[in-house]
């Protein structure tokens, strides 16, 4: 069985502690704190109307195919890269909108950030892992500047590019940080100036830095990343892996996709939902998301949230078929 799991509340407005982005070490500490939960079974006396509304608003995440690709290639780069001194290799994780690339992110982040911990119980002031997300048009030091506000780096408007980084070298050696991610990297559009000078201050960072760094974007073989004389240094040094949405072709396939909806129709906590139905419906489920995750669980949190809103508490293939999903999965659903 796949591990299903569910997360406790962090950063619930509600409750009154603010939301914490991940791209700040204060937010990734939170995610990474926030425990994973045993949901109680539905009708448990402790599910109030609210709690199960976010429990299913919120949901699960489950192993992904992609994941455990991801996963064990990073894990070969950590043990290539460990005796490095210069050059690293990184990994590159591209693929279509919504497919997982940042939950797949934000999982192997957490997994190594508690490995960490267990390794150096002691040491408490460390930052195994940083998160960044590429800003829109960035320039360099727009991009070294979110380095510096996940670290909690003042940075002063007369500091200039090379200062910020400097900080940001240091304290990222200070806080013994192995792994970057830095996601969304298909926004540098290395065609114009300040793109270009973008994709080479990573390079830059990625050399004075003594950690392993994971890109993820949307296609970004296709991209001008990769391309020209600066992308061939990039191409020259990354591994690429491929997040698709899920196929349905070979029995295989099938077979996949068939547990991935078993396990998700595992984690649904309503009443009157006999498991086994959504299975059932697993070739429609893949012709309606066309086999992207994002999609899935947008229609089975959907439906979820409609059968506790009108108290039927079962999903059924009506249900599913009422619901209208995003853009992408409705025009790729049409039959050509
Ligand atoms: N492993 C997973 N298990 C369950 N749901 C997932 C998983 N990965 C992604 N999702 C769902 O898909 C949505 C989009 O995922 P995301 O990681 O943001 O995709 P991307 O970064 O590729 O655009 C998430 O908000 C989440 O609802
Ligand atoms: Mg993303």
């Not at 509340?9 to 982005?21: I, K, N, R, V």
């Not at 693929?95 to 508690?114: A, D, N, Q, S, V």
């Not at 491929?242 to 349905?248: C, F, G, Q």
Request: with cysteine.
């Amino acid at each position: 069985m796949a591990s299903v799991t569910a997360f406790a509340d962090f950063g619930d407005e509600e409750d009154g502690t603010a939301f914490q982005p991940i791209t700040t070490w204060q937010g990734w500490k939170a995610f990474a704190d926030t425990p994973r939960l045993e949901a109680p079974a539905a009708g448990d006396a402790a599910w109030t109307a609210q709690a199960l509304e976010d429990y299913h608003s919120r949901f699960v995440v489950l192993t992904t195919p992609s994941m455990k690709k991801v996963s064990l290639q990073l894990r070969r780069l950590l043990v290539l890269n460990r005796r490095q001194q210069g050059a690293r290799r990184g990994l590159i994780v591209s693929g279509p909108p919504t497919t997982g690339k940042t939950t797949t992110l934000m999982e192997l982040g957490r997994i190594f950030e508690h490995t960490d911990r267990r390794r150096h119980p002691r040491l408490k002031d460390r930052l195994p892992v940083a998160f960044v997300s590429v800003p829109p048009s960035a320039t360099p030091k727009m991009l070294v500047s979110e380095f510096a506000r996940f670290l909690g780096i003042p940075v002063h408007t007369r500091m200039n590019q090379a200062q910020i980084t400097d900080a940001v070298c240091h304290v990222l050696a200070e806080k013994a940080t192995q792994l970057v991610f830095v996601d969304d990297v298909h926004l540098l559009n290395t065609r114009t100036r300040a793109g270009a000078e973008t994709a080479d201050q990573m390079k830059h960072l990625g050399e004075r830095v003594a950690a392993t760094f994971v890109y993820a974007g949307v296609d970004v073989e296709h991209s001008p990343l990769l391309t020209g004389p600066r992308g061939a240094q990039i191409a020259g040094r990354f591994t690429l892996v491929r997040n698709t949405a899920l196929p349905y072709g070979t029995t295989e396939q099938r077979q996949v996709w068939h547990e991935l909806v078993g396990d998700m129709e595992e984690a649904l906590r309503l009443r009157h939902h006999r498991n086994g139905v959504l299975e059932q419906h697993a070739a429609y489920l893949h012709r309606r998301t066309g086999g992207v995750i994002g999609s899935l669980s947008h229609l089975i949190r959907t439906a979820a949230l409609i059968s506790l809103e009108d108290g039927s508490e079962k999903i059924t293939k009506k249900l599913l078929a009422d619901i209208q999903l995003d853009i992408r999965a409705e025009q790729q659903e049409r039959p050509r």
